[in-house]
């Protein structure tokens, strides 16, 4: 079965740090493209940042330039995402998708950026 | 403001045929595929339809995606009940350099 499963989320305080991961099961994860994608509370998906099947390219959306940071480890099939310097508007559900075309999704784990 | 554009909100009877636009311009559904994806209610969103037309095993056939220009339509034909949803389309944008979403249609069927 073709699973993600997501993990590190939490509470963290502006200007605070949290490490995402994603750990990717029943298909060969270092075959594609892995991607972060958002949803505010209330609100529609962001796509946040993707990743290529050997690393050598990664984009980001604006918003996050500079303060996330997407990598993996193939040998571990595992997806991950460094985010600083967090704000308020960082605050929402981020699910990990593998695929050409965000074909897979996680369940999602929830980062609240509070004072 | 979303860089593709859906209706907010459609619906339609159990039975009925209701479609959903969303459009976009050169640098994203002009130039490359369009995915869609159903979100439940309280659950992670699913890809319904990938490379603007197929259907990825275990999605119905009642559900079909087509693109012209630089706009493109998801179409539920025999409306049901467990089809209320919201429904994102998705394009990847060349000028961007990244994946661009629709704000995102809720379905309700009535």
């Known amino acids: 079965e073709v699973q993600l499963v997501e993990s590190g989320g939490g509470l963290v305080q502006p200007g605070g740090s949290l490490r995402l991961s994603c750990a990717a099961s029943?298909?060969?994860?270092?075959?594609?493209?892995m991607s972060w994608v958002r949803q505010a509370p209330g609100k529609g998906l962001e796509w946040v940042a993707n990743?290529?099947?050997?690393?050598?390219?990664?984009y980001y959306v604006d918003s996050v330039k500079g303060r996330f940071t997407i990598s993996r480890d193939n040998g571990k099939n595992s997806l991950y995402m460094q985010m600083n310097s967090l704000r308020a508007e960082d605050t929402a559900v981020y699910y990990c998708?593998?695929?050409?075309?965000?074909?897979?999704w996680g369940r999602g784990t929830t980062v609240t950026v509070s004072s | 403001q979303s860089v593709l554009t859906q209706p907010p909100s459609a619906s339609g009877t159990p039975g009925q045929r209701v479609t959903i636009s969303c459009s976009g311009s050169?640098?994203?559904?002009?130039?490359?595929?369009v995915y869609w994806y159903q979100q439940l209610p309280g659950t992670a969103p699913k890809l319904l339809i990938y490379?603007?037309?197929q259907r990825p095993s275990g999605v119905p056939d009642r559900f079909s995606g087509s693109k012209s220009g630089t706009s493109a339509s998801l179409a539920i034909s025999g409306l049901r009940s467990e089809d209320e949803a919201d429904y994102y389309c998705?394009?990847?944008?060349?000028?961007?350099?990244?994946?661009?979403f629709g704000g995102g249609t809720k379905l309700t069927v009535l």
């Open positions: 490379r603007n037309n």
């Open positions: 998705a394009s990847w944008d060349d000028s961007l350099s990244g994946w661009v």
């Open positions: 990743i290529k099947q050997d690393g050598s390219e990664k």
């Open positions: 029943g298909f060969i994860f270092s075959s594609y493209w």
């Open positions: 998708c593998g695929g050409d075309g965000m074909d897979v």
């Open positions: 050169s640098s994203n559904i002009g130039s490359n595929y």
